[in-house]
C-alpha cells in the first residue's frame, strides 16, 4: 500500500538537543496528522494541520503544513526521555466515500539522558 | 470504555486456519477503521465504516479478509486461511462523525497476529 517518505528513518540524540523530521508525498493532502507510537500501543495524535503554510505548536512541538500541500515537518525542541518512541506523518484522505489515513514510513528516536 | 479496546492482544495460529480479531470503538463513535501494521513500517489503510456498512474497502488485500459491524458499534475482522504473510499489528481507531477535516481517528492498542 501506499505510504508517505518520512526521514530520517532513525535518530539517536542527548537529552536537550532539538530534533527535526519531515515527510514528503507525491500526492497533495488537506490535512497533516502527526502520531507517536510507544512499544505495543497504537498511535496517539500529536498535532493536526489543516491549511497550507499552517504552523501549529502543541507544547515543546512544532509542525508546519508545507505550501505545496505535499510536505510537512515536525521539530521537537529540548528533548527528554519520554520524547522517546516512532513518530509517524500522515495526510487524512476524507469525503465522498472515504476516510481514510496514508501513514509515513515512521522515525525512531531514541534519547539518551 | 474510555478508549478503543481490542482483543484479544495476542493471537498465534497456524497457517490455513480461521481468526477473528475484535474492536470496540469508543462510545458514540460512529466512524470506525481497520489498519494493519507489519514490522518498521506506518499503518496501512483495510476498511472504513459509517454505522453499519462498510464505506470503503478498499484496503482489505484479498478476499480472505472480510469485515463487520452489524450493530454500528463492536467491528470484528475476520480471516480465513491465514498466511504467514498476514503475521502484523492489526490497528483499529474510530472516530466521532467521518469525513471531514477535523475528525479525529484514536487508536487503539492492536492485536499482534503470528501465523506459524
Known amino acids: 500500500g501506499q505510504q508517505l517518505n518520512q526521514s530520517p528513518q532513525s535518530m539517536f540524540i542527548q537529552e536537550g538537543e532539538d530534533v527535526s523530521m519531515n515527510c514528503t508525498s507525491s500526492?497533495?493532502?488537506?490535512?497533516w496528522l502527526w502520531y507517536k507510537q510507544d512499544p505495543g500501543e497504537g498511535p496517539v495524535l500529536l498535532i493536526a494541520?489543516?491549511?497550507?503554510?499552517e504552523l501549529t505548536s502543541n507544547g515543546r512541538l512544532t509542525a508546519q503544513f508545507g505550501i505545496t500541500r505535499k510536505d510537512s515537518f515536525l521539530n521537537i525542541s529540548a528533548s527528554i526521555p519520554s520524547d522517546v518512541g516512532i513518530y509517524f506523518c500522515?495526510?487524512?484522505?476524507?469525503?465522498?466515500?472515504?476516510?481514510?489515513?496514508?501513514f509515513g514510513t515512521g522515525t525512531l528516536l531514541a534519547v539518551q539522558p | 470504555g474510555a478508549g478503543v479496546s481490542q482483543t484479544p492482544s495476542n493471537k498465534v495460529t497456524e497457517k490455513g486456519k480461521y481468526v477473528e480479531l475484535r474492536c470496540d470503538p469508543i462510545?458514540?463513535?460512529?466512524?470506525l477503521y481497520w489498519y494493519r501494521q507489519s514490522l518498521g513500517q506506518g499503518p496501512e489503510f483495510l476498511i472504513y465504516?459509517?454505522?453499519?456498512?462498510?464505506?470503503?474497502d478498499s484496503g482489505l488485500p484479498n478476499d480472505r479478509f472480510f469485515a463487520v459491524r452489524p450493530e454500528g458499534s463492536v467491528s470484528t475482522l475476520k480471516i480465513q486461511r491465514t498466511e504467514r504473510g498476514d503475521s502484523a499489528v492489526y490497528l483499529c481507531?474510530?472516530?466521532?462523525?467521518?469525513?471531514?477535516?477535523?475528525?479525529?481517528?484514536?487508536f487503539g492498542p492492536g492485536t499482534r497476529l503470528t501465523v506459524l
Open positions: 462510545s458514540g463513535h460512529t466512524a
Open positions: 494541520l489543516y491549511k497550507a503554510g
Open positions: 500522515a495526510g487524512s484522505v476524507y469525503g465522498g466515500a472515504t476516510n481514510k489515513l496514508i
Open positions: 481507531a474510530s472516530s466521532r462523525s467521518g469525513p471531514s477535516s477535523t475528525d479525529t481517528q484514536y
Open positions: 465504516f459509517q454505522g453499519t456498512g462498510a464505506a470503503d
Open positions: 500526492s497533495i493532502f488537506n490535512t
